[in-house]
């Protein structure tokens, strides 16, 4: 599986973004998909991921409420409608697929990596 992000950007605080995430190959809905992102100097960290079917999501606390992930297996792609944006979100998003819906929070449970697409918030 191959996968490329996009949609990233610069967005005042309080704005919204969507990220999307394309994959290639025919076993895409097999795949339990994740967003990570990596803020300057700091260790990537999880943010959202839901389940082959769509059917089960999980979140970070710290994005809870304010993001959400969904995706289209009909179009192999997942998404990251991103609201209430804060300048603490700024980083670099990462979607990844994994093949089981275990541990979904722990970046080595993904076995495919997209090349991240930044978002900057500003105050």
């Known amino acids: 599986v191959q996968l490329q992000a996009s949609g990233g950007g610069l967005v005042q605080a309080g704005g919204s973004l969507r990220l999307s995430c394309a994959a290639s190959g025919r076993t895409f809905s097999s795949y339990s998909m994740g967003w990570f992102r990596q803020a300057p100097g700091k260790e990537r960290e999880f943010v959202a991921a839901?389940?082959?079917?769509?059917?089960?999501?999980n979140y970070a606390d710290s994005v809870k409420g304010r993001f959400t992930i969904s995706r289209d297996n009909a179009k192999n792609t997942v998404y990251l409608q991103m609201a209430s944006l804060k300048p603490e979100d700024t980083a670099v998003y990462y979607c990844?697929?994994?093949?089981?819906?275990?541990?979904?929070?722990?970046?080595?449970?993904?076995?495919?990596w997209g090349q991240g697409t930044l978002v900057t918030v500003s105050s």
């Open positions: 839901i389940s082959w079917s769509g059917g089960s999501m």
């Open positions: 990844a697929a994994a093949p089981t819906g275990l541990n979904y929070d722990i970046d080595y449970t993904y076995r495919f």
